[in-house]
């Protein structure tokens, strides 16, 4: 498995842009060595900016330095970033269509034992319903970096969501990628599982175990998730009798909703969403507890055949 | 009475209009900033419609958004659109002309209105023209019922630690705020211990309403090296309007036919 995290990845990402752009700013709150901007910050501390543990101050002060021609990276925890500082995100990058790409980091149940304070499992709803702000969950590191390096070629908001370990590699450095357009891994007749960041990995392993036992199941990567790929819904819903969802969310207002509001208004099926519980979460790893809420590859293919073999679809 | 001075008591006269013909806004915030907009636009920023998308234009921000009234009058009068059509369509439907600042008006750097926004805004102009070595100032106006909003300190503390001189901030101490007394609502007298303690260079203005006294305040603060500046303008809420001032009730009344007459009568008196 890949030793190197997603959030690495964005930090050499952006030192090989910041070799041709001196436009390109990072504004970190304290957050430096967490998100891994600390080479960042080292070799260019001209175009690297410290605000302090002020994740409120963060947002405005990148929204202020787009507002003059930067291209902002602001890296904070998803859990801070996204409520913390939700009104400054919602007017000064969402309404003021500010270039500031919102890097959350350690997000979901990255931070495992810490608790709800460091969780951030309601960040897809809370970004996602904001008019002109775009969320991304990328999941492994080549799919990362090739996301970053598009958005640095657009000027317009993003929220993106990185975990805090490295993920297992879904691709390689040759993948398919192109803005807005889900990764269908693979086709399925019986199932089309649907997830993003994270747990993709573990879909992928879900589906492969469940051809080995005779059920054909497919994997999007929906790794946009605003704008979601609604073509890629619907031809999943078209050819699939049962979709099930993986996130690593509340089950209020992320993947799952989404998906179930393009497949009820284009092509009626059974929707399954695997989700977060809403209510308090367990203390463990993270794989500890995507494994307890069912939400690994185990859990996942246990949730599809449940749906499949009890016959509560068709 | 001096050029600026006639200035603002003309815009006074053109906000009083807008807002009574809309019965929207924000009058008497409005009539207290208004000096503080004359002078920084007709006087101290270099900014106008000409020379509105250069790098190096000053910055503006009216964190206190509620007072927009005010500013789209100022921002016509400078030429920036049609100040007529903002006194007709102000808070109307569909009109660009809302209540609050927002960037489908000419002349706007930033939509704002949710409090306690601009100041860490200015923060990132006025590190953005550090990085660029641009010498284009950036200037805040809050209000001092605002000062209540946390994420201001966070702001003042950035501006401190990074000694941002090309940061002007100015609050409009006029002393009232929705429910009453800035006082009594929460105690923000010590406003300029505060800011020092921040590191900022403090400039009191005793008449905020005085276009000399608030001119010679901009040149102190930009005179100012290695601190960001901040200038307390004590004014007079509703300022020009006899019954309007100092009245809470004015923070946003709406005028009936009579005392609008009234209201024009003093403001059109002061100008003859």
């Given amino acids: 498995m890949s030793q190197i995290t997603n959030r690495q990845v964005i930090c050499d990402t952006l030192l090989d842009a910041a070799k041709k752009d001196r436009n390109i700013v990072v504004v970190c709150s304290d957050s430096r060595g967490s998100a891994s901007l600390a080479p960042f910050a080292e070799q260019y501390p001209k175009q690297f900016v410290e605000v302090g543990i002020a994740e409120q101050n963060l947002v405005s002060v990148s929204a202020g330095l787009a507002s003059c021609n930067k291209k902002v990276f602001a890296a904070s925890p998803a859990s801070f970033l996204s409520t913390r500082s939700y009104e400054q ?22 931070y495992g034992a810490l608790g709800m304070t460091h969780h951030s499992c309601q960040d897809i709803a809370a970004m996602a319903s904001l008019p002109d702000m775009r969320v991304y969950l990328p999941c492994d590191r080549f799919q ?43 086709e399925g007749a019986d199932a089309v599982i649907i997830s993003c960041g994270e747990l993709v990995p573990y879909a992928v392993k879900a589906a492969r175990e469940l051809e080995h036992e005779g059920y054909r199941v497919g994997v999007i990567d929906m790794y946009c998730l605003k704008p979601m790929d609604e073509k890629a819904v619907i031809d999943a819903a078209e050819k699939a009798d049962l979709i099930v969802t993986a996130e690593e969310h509340s089950p209020y207002g992320g993947l799952g909703s989404m998906v179930a509001q393009i497949v009820s208004a284009s092509c009626p099926k059974k929707v399954v969403n695997l989700a977060l519980p809403d209510g308090h979460i367990i203390a463990g790893t993270n794989h500890e507890i995507f494994q307890y809420y069912g939400l690994d590859d185990q859990g996942i293919k246990r949730a599809v055949i449940a749906r499949l073999s009890q016959g509560l679809v068709k | 009475m001096d050029r600026l001075t006639r200035k603002a008591y003309e815009l006074r006269r053109d906000i009083i209009e807008e807002v009574y013909q809309s019965k929207a806004g924000h009058i008497g915030g409005d009539l207290s900033v208004i000096d503080i907009l004359t002078v920084l636009y007709f006087e101290v920023m270099n900014v106008n419609p000409e020379s509105w998308k250069s790098e190096d234009r000053d910055r503006f921000l009216l964190s206190k958004g509620h007072c927009t009234d005010a500013l789209y009058i100022t921002l016509g009068e400078k030429g920036f659109f049609d100040k007529q059509e903002a006194i007709e369509t102000f808070s109307s439907f569909g009109s660009v002309f809302i209540g609050h600042p927002n960037t489908d008006v ?165 100008l003859a």
């Fill in chain 2, 106 to 270: 000419p002349g706007i750097e930033m939509n704002s209105g949710s409090l306690g926004h601009g100041l860490s805004l200015g923060v990132g102009m006025a590190l953005a023209a550090r990085m660029d070595g641009r010498s284009y100032r950036t200037y805040v106006v809050l209000g001092d019922g605002e000062m209540a909003e946390g994420s201001n300190y966070e702001a003042m503390m950035a501006a401190g630690h990074y000694g941002l001189d090309q940061l002007c901030a100015t609050v409009d101490l006029n002393g009232l705020q929705i429910s009453g007394t800035t006082g009594e609502t929460m105690k923000s007298d010590d406003l300029g211990e505060k800011f020092k303690a921040f590191g900022w260079y403090v400039i009191e203005v005793e008449d905020g309403n005085n276009c000399k006294q608030l001119l010679a305040a901009y040149q102190e603060a930009e005179a100012k090296k290695g601190q960001p500046s901040v200038i307390l303008a004590h004014t007079t809420k509703g300022k020009g309007v006899s019954f309007m001032e100092n009245q809470k009730k004015w923070h946003h009344g709406v005028m009936t036919e009579e005392q609008y007459r009234k209201a024009v009568e003093e403001l059109e008196g002061v």
């Fill in chain 1, 89 to 110: 995100v919602k007017v000064d990058v969402a309404y003021s269509k500010t270039n500031v790409t919102l890097i959350g980091i350690s997000g979901g149940v990255s």
């Fill in chain 1, 144 to 186: 990362t970096r090739k996301l970053i390096e598009a958005l640095l070629k657009d000027e317009k908001p993003a929220y993106v969501r990185v975990s805090r370990s490295a993920t297992e590699d879904v691709y390689d450095e040759n993948m398919d990628f192109k803005l807005n357009s889900a990764n269908v891994i693979k």
